[in-house]
């Protein structure tokens, strides 16, 4: 029962040494790009998976995070890594924020998945139009390559970051596939009356849970910030994260914990794949996502790993 | 800025865009309406046909307003082909699973449109593309006139469709009561996609509308997406007359909001109504569902 | 992360590698010489995609140059190779390009073309320490973040505000001083901001008030709200400082509303010193004026690169100038440094006093990455063509002002 969650942390846990056994920067490059978009993906997950609640904007709490790393390192001098936690605060405030008006007005379904595309297309619309996140301008880190301020020479040190980030965003799913917290979070899942029914606090369950998803991809948003240096209302808040926030899960497997993990691997290896075939003309590897998305949901709408049955458990599955 | 001849411009603008935002999310209303679907490709596929008209006009020379009889037809046919192969079958008839499924489409189309024709912004330039319609105190460019007065004439068509024709009485009873229509004998499967081509049809009337004082790129979709979806909202789900007015209201939010806040921050009027619609009054002006 | 390729298309070589047979260089030849990887990195698709465009074409004119006249001769006539590449108007594939170059080894990398990709672009070739010569731009900050692997040959906005300012007060003064007041109008990314931010800051100084400043994305295609509020305010000039395609829509819709200010005097407008506007909007372009690159019209070797362009079917933009001077001046810090070794061309460029260009400049020398000899020329359409009006050793017409009505 516990197999598949302590399956993904060993799986994490083996992966620690790749740097030393890898020379080519190619392929410590894809691992970082996988281990990233598995974390952008358990952040959905989490809210969409195991919660049912389906975002088209994730990229709203994505880039309040990214943003808020930025802007209090660049212009208020904070420490780099501190911004990395701060980052997880914000981003689960954007959570709440959502989260309190779409669910308090009793948002569901495809009402919840256009607010919240909504809500990320204001914030990128602010984001373009307010001096302190250097609107259409775009902020830029400077280079200043220490470890010591959340910046490496050699990518290695990114590796580290963003392989413990993913274990911890596993970690989370894992603690959620065994505590009372997340079974009320499928519960109110599977049917909201029933859940009301039983007592469980249905507002109050998805609101932790949109929290919790916020928190994740404000760590990601500031994992991104740190690796490109430079952020833009569009890179941070546009439909690009929002799509990849929902595409690894729902390709992989979602509710489940090691369904981000392997739509992660799934999509970045098309990726590679597609760019070879194509010579890295723009759009195709997306087209594939696309079609990719429609072929899971028309022919294995559980996902990746339901295709691998001894790790695919039922308990916490769609009924 | 308050003056009438920078006022009144800009009202005219607004209401003529709107007027096109209309005919859009008329289709819109009607898939949702019939199908329940909450069509996520209905930019995407807008965006394609403002390609159609695109190079309809550069390979063929064939004036955007001239090309309705065949981008609408044409149109259709996708539509009616995408709703009976693709989303049909995928979907399972899942409804939350329908609005993936339509993802799925836009991300397929927004980036074939990208790798094939790149992501460069299109336009075309007709002799009447910067003429003007002088009314003394206000103007408005031609294009946008013609595109005015053409929504409105396609709202009607559509109108005498729904209400007159044996088809139109076919998709109202569909819509109002599934399993009474199937009992009288209507083919379910292709009434649906009849109307899902009739949306997709409407889709491509506003792009040879729009074409001339527009442009067209691989992201055009994106933005009319929620554009489409705030009106759609805002009038009511499935309301013809809401469709209208609410691209009116959207229109003019556009315009006016541009006006006073500035390129940037105009566009912002437009989600706002968006939000505190779905979360105050989530059945619209004229809405029929809760 | 967004689309990561990792592919990269090597279309120089073939340019070389052609121009060398045909000069009929002997196989054995050809085995024994290296060749020197410089990254080529242009937007050619996306929102400044025309611009792109243009600056790869006047690139690969001067490699082709190059490896024709026999290479780089210190190191025993390797040609460049150039290896190019699209940033396609976004800054992460730009960043993500750059790191592909530094896995392929190259050397150098020119271009990036816009402010907003140079920024980023100039910082990820900085990690890997290889030197980046910018070719257009013109945002300060990229010479002046510190960055020594840096180097920019032509002139960022502040020199543009600089002489564009004192020369509107020279302009407007020989006509009276007609022109009391401004609108700025500006994209809103950095080359836009930075420019109209200093502008707002210099103009009030020589009796120009500034009514409003207006910021609009790239890409804006709808003008109607901006022209309709320089309606309301009718300035006496209105100045424009975005990219071509926003450029071009302004002024046509400044036509069709008729608005007709005492003169449009753009800083770096991105249609304004444009053949292709001049022919494709004869009405729109007429009398404006504008303070921007240009190559000095009294060096045969300029107007000789300006024919070849044209034979190509291809405007002579400034795009194209510039860049095809950014390649020479890295092929002569690459025969001085004699070498492939990043750090010695960057110490190579660093102390460049290269004489063998067309540009209207004073003697190059690098301060912090930029050369200090580098200048803006004045410029305005006059009967349907492109005139230099100050200064006035490289002038070939004076300044029309205010605008005929």
Request: proline share 4%; net charge neutral.
């Amino acid at each position: 029962m516990k197999t598949p969650g302590l399956l993904a942390l060993a799986v994490l846990l083996a992966l620690v040494p790749l740097p030393l056994l890898v020379q080519s920067g190619f392929w410590l490059q894809f691992a970082i790009f996988t281990l990233y978009f598995a974390l952008l993906g358990q952040s959905w997950n989490l809210l969409g998976g195991y919660g049912g609640q389906r975002s088209f904007g994730h990229a709203a709490f994505f880039g309040t995070g990214a943003y808020a790393a930025a802007v209090l390192q660049v212009d208020l001098g904070v420490n780099p890594w501190l911004c990395l936690g701060l980052a997880g605060l914000f981003g689960a405030a954007a959570g709440g924020f959502v989260g309190a008006l779409s669910f308090r007005y009793g948002l569901r379904g495809s009402y919840f998945a256009l607010v919240t595309l909504a809500f990320a297309e204001v914030f990128r619309i602010v984001a373009d139009s307010v001096p302190f996140t250097g609107a259409g301008v775009g902020l830029q880190i400077p280079l200043r390559q220490t470890a010591a301020n959340f910046q490496f020479h050699d990518k290695a040190g990114f590796y580290a970051v963003i392989l413990a980030l993913t274990a911890l965003a596993t970690a989370v799913a894992w603690w959620l596939e065994n505590s009372r917290f997340g079974a009320e979070l499928v519960a109110v899942r599977e049917n909201e009356d029933a859940a009301r029914a039983l007592g469980i606090d249905v507002n109050r369950t998805k609101l932790w849970a949109i929290a919790l998803s916020g928190a994740l991809a404000g760590f990601a948003g500031s994992f991104y910030a740190q690796y490109f240096l430079y952020l833009d209302p569009r890179l941070a808040y546009g439909v690009e994260v929002s799509v990849t926030a929902l595409l690894v899960p729902l390709i992989g497997g979602a509710g489940t914990v090691l369904g981000p993990l392997i739509g992660a691997v799934a999509l970045r290896a098309l990726n590679e794949i597609s760019s070879t075939v194509t010579s890295g003309a723009p759009g195709l590897n997306l087209v594939l996502y696309g079609a990719l998305l429609i072929a899971i949901l028309a022919f294995l709408p559980d996902g990746l790993v339901s295709l691998i049955p001894r790790l695919y458990r039922s308990r916490l599955r769609n009924a | 800025m308050l003056q009438l001849q920078i006022l009144l411009p800009a009202v005219l603008n607004g209401l003529a865009t709107g007027a096109v935002y209309a005919l859009v999310a008329l289709g819109l209303t009607l898939i949702y309406g019939v199908l329940h679907i909450v069509n996520f490709a209905h930019g995407s596929l807008l965006m394609l046909a403002l390609y159609g008209v695109y190079f309809l006009y550069t390979l063929l020379g064939i004036d955007p307003y001239l090309a309705l009889p065949i981008a609408v037809p044409l149109m259709f046919c996708l539509g009616y082909a995408l709703q009976r192969s693709v989303i049909a079958t995928a979907s399972h008839g899942r409804e939350e699973n329908i609005l993936l499924v339509t993802l799925g489409l836009s991300i397929i189309i927004d980036n074939l449109a990208l790798y094939f024709w790149t992501a460069d912004t299109r336009t075309i330039n007709p002799s009447y593309a910067f003429e003007t319609v002088d009314f003394g105190v206000a103007f408005i460019a031609v294009p946008k006139a013609v595109s005015f007065v053409g929504a409105l004439a396609v709202t009607a068509v559509l109108r005498l469709l729904i209400q007159r024709t044996d088809l139109g009485k076919a998709i109202r009873a569909l819509a109002r009561e599934r399993r009474g229509a199937e009992l009288v004998g209507i083919d379910v499967d292709h009434v649906y996609a009849m109307s899902f081509g009739i949306g997709i049809a409407c889709v491509g009337a506003a792009a040879c509308l729009l074409l001339p004082s527009y442009y067209v790129h691989p992201g055009v979709g994106e933005s009319f997406v929620l554009i489409a979806f705030t009106i759609v909202v805002l009038g009511g789900m499935g309301s013809f007359a809401g469709a209208l007015v609410g691209g009116f209201v959207i229109g003019l939010t556009e315009s006016l909001g541009g006006l006073f806040l500035g390129e940037n921050l105009g566009r912002i009027g437009v989600f706002v109504i968006f939000i505190a619609i779905l979360l105050f009054r989530p059945t619209g002006l004229f809405g029929q569902r809760a | 992360m967004s689309r990561d390729r990792r592919s990269v298309s090597r279309r120089g070589v073939l340019a070389g590698a052609a121009a060398v047979a045909a000069l009929g260089a002997p196989a054995v030849l050809r085995a024994q010489t290296q060749s020197v990887k410089v990254g080529i990195i242009h937007p050619v698709t996306g929102g400044v995609s025309y611009s792109g465009t243009q600056g790869r074409a006047g690139a690969l004119m001067a490699v082709e140059d190059v490896n024709g006249k026999g290479g780089i001769k210190s190191l025993g006539g390797a040609k460049i190779d150039a290896l190019l590449s699209d940033a396609q108007s976004k800054v992460d594939v730009a960043v993500s390009e750059i790191e592909k170059y530094h896995e392929a080894g190259v050397s150098a990398i020119v271009g990036g073309y816009a402010s907003f990709i140079c920024l980023a672009t100039t910082q990820a070739a900085a990690k890997h320490d290889i030197p980046y010569v910018v070719d257009v731009g013109t945002d300060d900050r990229i010479v002046s973040g510190g960055l020594t692997n840096t180097f920019r040959f032509s002139p960022g906005y502040g020199v543009f505000v600089k002489t564009a300012v004192p020369a509107l007060k020279d302009i407007n003064a020989a006509a009276g001083n007609p022109a009391k007041t401004a609108i700025i109008v500006h994209e809103d990314s950095a080359f836009g901001t930075g420019t109209a931010g200093l502008l707002a800051k210099e103009l009030p100084g020589i009796g120009i008030e500034v009514l409003e400043v207006i910021k609009h994305p790239t890409p804006t295609l709808d003008f109607n709200n901006i022209v309709l509020t320089i309606k309301a305010k009718n300035p006496d000039i209105v100045i424009p400082a975005n990219y071509y395609n926003e450029y071009v829509i302004l002024a046509r819709t400044m036509l069709q509303q008729k608005v007709r200010p005492k003169a449009i005097y753009s800083v770096l407008g991105g249609g304004a010193s444009q053949y292709r506007f001049v022919k494709e909007f004869p009405e729109a372009a007429k009398y404006i004026m504008d303070c921007n690159h240009w190559y000095n019209p009294k060096v045969p070797a300029a107007l000789e690169l300006k024919k070849r362009t044209e034979a190509k079917d291809l405007f002579y933009t400034y795009e194209v100038f510039l860049n095809y001077t950014a390649v020479m001046l890295l092929a002569d810090a690459l025969e001085r440094a004699a070498s492939t070794d990043r750090a010695k061309i960057t110490a190579a460029l660093a102390s460049s006093t290269w004489s063998g260009h067309f540009m209207p400049y004073g003697p190059t020398k690098f301060e912090n990455g930029q050369n200090t000899g580098a200048r803006a020329v004045n410029l305005q359409v006059q009967d349907n063509d492109i005139k230099v009006i100050l200064p006035a050793e490289f002038a070939n017409a004076k300044p029309v002002f205010p605008m005929p009505a």
